[in-house]
């Protein structure tokens, strides 16, 4: 009877939504696009069997089967009766919930199962924000009881706090050789205030809703279904490079030129004053459940349309089998390594959403303008032979980009003409006429002066993000770029007066360029909220440092991209600052700190030596290495000469030591899925290498996997999405005539992150401890300890906790097995090659999915508790030491050889309110110097208590811009998911004397 009620009850359900389709032509209306009937089929069932049920669209109808057929196109797998209940009464964002904690598990076609979600939604809707509505209530009251101060005078007193920060700015003294023209390169005259037009923009940017676009998908859509995407009109299949590269031109033709009235900047990346870009050849379906939705959810709510609503479902079926994700699936036969990714418990590979972890060669437009890069592009077609189709075809297809882009400029200088007749004011009258003759010369032609640098820069960028996800694409070290224009307008000034006006001008259109990229946000469906909760484009922008020749390379353009990014204190561009000991100042190293402490979290600081260290193991040439920039969030990438994406793949190392506790068995994902290692229950580890050697072995078995799936989603990329004008902004594609996407770049790697470094290093150390070296405890009973959640046994927690020396305590052992775990995980991605013939690089950051990740896990031997965040980065545990000192020694000794991708390295120093901003400052310094001549690679610092996070979670009102670094990237408190707050305010605090 159990059997045939909840079956029956499934079937029930879904006969009333085919009936609605059936009956209500509003309804079936949405089942049909412009490419005819969206035909698909999804199965529901449970793990028990109690539950087979099926719906079936098709041909503008839908049919409920009584069994999944074996070409359904997607199923929803509950793991349990209750769970298939349970979801009958929750929000959609709880249902997300259940699937990230795998008591949903969805397989086959994402994009279709979006596509049945946003069906449910058209007849939920309206309940379903009822009861996303009454959610919101009940936690706003609950922050206010948990969080909120009694007084409310006591909560604007903290919040001042933080704005006083901006009243008083150092001096600062001129010590570094490339600043020229700043008598105070600290430039502490100048707040934002100073700059109204720019002020404006700022207040906008907080106060406005970003907007779902849908300007890119119309676009590229319309021609692919004139043009075909597989095969043109007459059949003949389509040369991919060629396919990408008509569309390309074809988009940027028709993009609509936007000139922003406040802005010295022309272009934009939407036509929406802050617009979300989508792109359905990726993640774009991802939304799809959440078209009627998305501007009512709780986290990152965007606004949309209904028209353009409309457009995206009618746009989404023409892509549902075009993505990277549903290639391999094809190709591949749905592949283990892809089921296994799909779990999000023990990897998540990022180049299924995206490729654009790098850093073009955006010098390369600026200096030399796209004809000079035509013009090299034909020299090359001309040197080969007309059998070399491919390589003609890759060149060609640079070229159609170019020209697009070319394309767009002239239509942006048109605008600029047209807005200059229409305005009244002189003086903006003369600078839409600037920026019109600005737009005729660049990026067709090299720049002459700074605002033809940073526009040319500017629309380059507008094209490379049109043609790649917006996903850390960064454009590298612009001090250096601009450095070399802004002398040149200054040697043509010589007034006093009139130099002051041009270095207010220059802050001003950095301030632009800063304004004009925090403008666009990248897609952030609702499940990302609380995978990588706040994340945006995470656009990198690197400062200071050496230059290739091992000079110093701070200047005068280091110094006002400072002043601007304290000033505007965004989450995007993402700041990053090398230094490089010996060479760069301590005035310098001085006002990153200070910047650092006015924003409370940016920029990043990376030290020059350990960075070059640790890379030279993919270069030979000096030049190169010391050319580095930061990518997304903190990774290593050789400007302009190297497809890096740094962000790939990413590992949950923690799985693979629950693997090795259980004999290759993960109980979250109630799956035995790697080798099995042996049983602690059968006492099979003799010996702690034993255990190691099993925990090494699942690590292999993850490793082997997530990049056998990258090396797939390589492969489609080459097909789906060639990025010829990517390309032609890498060195060696030209030169070798080949897409970067097919290894045409100079260097060719696949960056990887590892999570959980701490936890599993503690974990061992315990398990080496008090197994093995001082046998306290048994093997089993620390198992079963472990499987309880140590609820029966907390004495031994206690023990674990207290008695064994952890990562960041000061003990050469833990030290010792840090750098033991990371030298595995290298060598695992060293033993493999990715699909363009290069190395894959490994890092130790996290994004957020510390916290993701921590939720799928159980306790662990190093005592922490099941489904509790693990440590960002390569952080050690709070617990680990009460001084800062010791964890910033145990961090700096670990080898930069097996962290070619950078470290993220998170410090909570909490200022006294009282102290001098000079005291604070120097001691903020005296700390990242020391680190760095300790070998430390990258460190970054959150500013700011935990009193005032947890008043900003009761009154996220009075925090919009209170800007925190998650690890590796920067985002508002206030858009976090509850458990990240959380996580940042449990983080450990340390007073900034006393450390």
């Not at 009109?233 to 993009?255: C, D, H, I, S, W």
């Not at 979300?276 to 949309?304: A, F, H, N």
């Not at 006002?560 to 304290?566: A, D, G, R, S």
């Amino acid at each position: 009877m159990k059997i045939n009620y909840l079956n029956r009850l499934t079937h029930f359900a879904l006969q009333m939504m085919a009936l609605q389709f059936n009956l209500r032509p509003s309804l079936r209306n949405y089942l049909k696009s412009s490419d005819g009937w969206t035909n698909f089929t999804i199965g529901l069932k449970t793990a028990s069997g109690n539950v087979n049920q099926a719906i079936k669209f098709y041909n503008g109808r839908v049919f409920v089967l009584n069994n999944i057929p074996k070409n359904a196109d997607a199923v929803m797998d509950f793991v349990d009766d209750a769970v298939l209940k349970e979801i009958a009464g929750i929000t959609p964002n709880e249902m997300l919930n259940l699937v990230l904690k795998n008591k949903i598990i969805l397989s086959g076609n994402m994009g279709y199962l979006q596509a049945f979600n946003y069906f449910i939604s058209l007849i939920m809707g309206g309940m379903h924000q009822r009861m996303l509505n009454k959610a919101k209530r009940l936690d706003q009251k609950s922050r206010k009881q948990e969080f909120g101060a009694k007084d409310p005078q006591i909560s604007k007193q903290i919040s001042k706090e933080l704005t006083a920060r901006k009243d008083f700015r150092m001096k600062g003294k001129k010590e570094d050789p490339g600043v020229i023209f700043l008598d105070d390169p600290y430039l502490p005259q100048y707040s934002l205030k100073d700059f109204p037009r720019i002020e404006k923009l700022h207040e906008k940017h907080f106060a406005a809703s970003p907007e779902i676009s849908s300007e890119r998908p119309v676009l590229l859509t319309q021609w692919y279904r004139k043009n075909g995407f597989e095969q043109d009109n007459t059949g003949k299949p389509r040369v991919p490079e060629l396919r990408q590269a008509y569309a390309f031109r074809y988009l940027m033709e028709n993009k609509k030129a936007v000139i922003r009235q406040d802005t010295l900047l022309a272009g934009t990346c939407t036509p929406e004053e802050e617009g979300v870009l989508i792109y359905p050849d990726t993640t774009g379906t991802m939304i799809w459940g959440e078209l009627d939705s998305i501007d009512k959810r709780v986290l990152t709510p965007c606004r949309i349309t209904k028209q353009t609503a409309a457009t995206l479902h009618d746009i989404f079926p023409f892509w549902t089998k075009r993505t990277t994700r549903e290639w391999i699936r094809e190709n591949y036969d749905y592949p283990l390594c892809q089921k296994i990714d799909e779990r999000a418990v023990a990897s998540f590979n990022f180049k299924i959403v995206s490729m654009s972890h790098t850093v073009p060669d955006v010098p390369r437009f600026v200096e030399q303008g796209t004809i000079g890069i035509i013009e090299d592009i034909r020299h090359q077609i001309n040197n080969l032979s007309e059998t070399e189709t491919d390589k003609i075809n890759s060149l060609k297809s640079m070229i159609f980009c170019l020209e697009g882009l070319n394309a767009y400029a002239a239509n942006l200088a048109d605008e600029s003409e047209r807005l200059a007749k229409n305005e009244k004011d002189p003086g903006r009258k003369a600078e839409f006429e600037t920026l019109a003759e600005i737009c005729r010369r660049v990026p067709a032609k090299p720049a002459r002066t700074l605002d033809e640098a940073v526009n040319s820069a500017w629309i380059a960028w507008i094209g490379l993000l049109m043609e790649n996800n917006n996903v850390s694409l960064s454009p590298g070290r612009l001090d250096q770029l601009f450095q070399p224009y802004f002398e040149q307008d200054l040697k043509k000034i010589t007034g006093e007066l009139e130099k002051k006006e041009y270095i207010e001008h220059a802050i001003e259109l950095i301030s632009c360029f800063f304004m004009a990229n925090a403008e666009h946000y990248n897609l952030v469906p609702d499940v990302a909220n609380y995978l990588f909760g706040g994340s945006q484009s995470e656009t990198a922008i690197t400062i200071g440092g050496i230059t290739p020749d091992g000079m110093d390379a701070v200047n005068d353009m280091t110094y006002i991209f400072l002043k601007v990014t304290e000033m505007l204190c965004l989450n995007d561009p993402n700041m990053n600052a090398r230094f490089k000991l010996g060479v760069n100042s301590d005035a310098y190293l001085k006002r990153l700190c200070e910047v650092n402490f006015i924003t409370v979290a940016t920029p990043s600081m990376h030290n020059d030596d350990a960075v070059i260290d640790s890379f030279s193991q993919n270069s030979d040439k000096i030049e190169d290495l010391r050319d580095w920039a930061s990518t997304g969030c903190v990774e290593i990438t050789l400007s302009g000469k190297h497809m890096s994406h740094t962000g790939a793949t990413s590992t949950n190392m923690v799985a693979g030591l629950e693997m090795a506790m259980n004999n290759g068995y993960h109980p979250l994902m109630n799956w035995h899925l790697g080798p099995e290692t042996g049983r602690i229950e059968k006492g099979d580890f003799k010996t702690f290498e034993d255990f190691f050697d099993a925990f090494a072995a699942q690590q292999r078995f993850i490793i082997g996997h997530t990049t056998k799936l990258n090396n797939m989603a390589g492969e489609a990329y080459a097909y789906l999405r060639p990025t010829p004008l990517l390309s032609a902004a890498i060195r060696g594609a030209i030169e070798n005539a080949v897409d970067v996407t097919k290894g045409g770049a100079i260097y060719n790697t696949s960056g990887s992150f590892n999570i959980g470094l701490s936890d599993v290093v503690d974990s061992l150390m315990v398990i080496k401890k008090l197994v093995y070296d001082d046998k306290t405890v048994t093997f089993n009973d620390l198992k079963k300890a472990i499987d309880t959640n140590f609820e029966n046994d907390p004495a031994l927690h206690a023990m674990v906790m207290k008695k064994v020396p952890r990562f960041g305590s000061g003990s050469d052992d833990a030290v010792e097995m840090a750098n033991r775990v990371t030298s595995l995980i290298h060598g695992c991605y060293k033993s493999t090659k990715n699909f363009r013939g290069g190395d894959y690089t490994v890092g130790f950051w996290s994004v957020a999915q510390h916290v993701a990740y921590g939720s799928l896990s159980g306790a662990l031997p190093s005592g922490r508790l099941a489904g509790k965040p693990f440590t960002p980065g390569a952080t050690p545990h709070p617990s680990a030491s009460n001084s800062f000192l010791d964890n910033m020694r145990d961090v700096a000794r670990l080898n930069p050889k097996n962290m070619d991708n950078n470290i993220a390295f998170n410090v909570k120093l909490v200022p006294s309110a009282n102290e001098p901003r000079e005291k604070t400052v120097d001691t903020m310094y005296s700390y990242v110097k020391s680190y760095f001549e300790q070998g430390g690679m990258q460190m970054q610092f959150n500013m700011v208590n935990s009193q005032v996070l947890r008043d900003a979670m009761a009154n996220p009102d009075q925090y919009r811009n209170l800007l925190v670094r998650i690890s590796g990237y920067n985002a508002y408190f206030v858009h976090l998911n509850r458990e990240m707050q959380l996580e940042l305010i449990e983080r450990t605090e340390y007073g900034l004397s006393g450390c």
